[in-house]
């Protein structure tokens, strides 16, 4: 939508038109690219906010009551 807007602010349109959405559509190849990229990154994110929130929660929580061992792989 960003470059479709671009295409009509150099045109000095007073409208976002369907020409300036078809300009500014991604090609399918690039649409291919982006939803796997997109799904690693969800991934990557909830696994990160998963290892945040265990990290958050042992130094909030005396060193004697946590269980370390998801550290080792156990």
């Known amino acids: 939508m960003t470059r479709s807007w671009g295409f009509a602010y150099e ?12 300009q500014g559509a991604f090609s399918q190849a690039r649409i291919n690219q982006i939803f796997p990229e997109s799904e690693q990154g969800q991934l990557r994110l909830k696994q990160e906010s998963s290892y945040s929130f265990r990290a958050n929660l042992t130094t909030s929580v005396s060193s004697s ?3 370390r061992s998801y550290l080792n792989g156990t």
Do not use: G, M, S
């Not at 045109?11 to 078809?22: G, P, V, Y």
């Open 65 to 67: 009551l946590v269980d």
């Open 11 to 22: 045109e000095d349109a007073a409208t976002l038109t369907i020409k300036h959405l078809q």
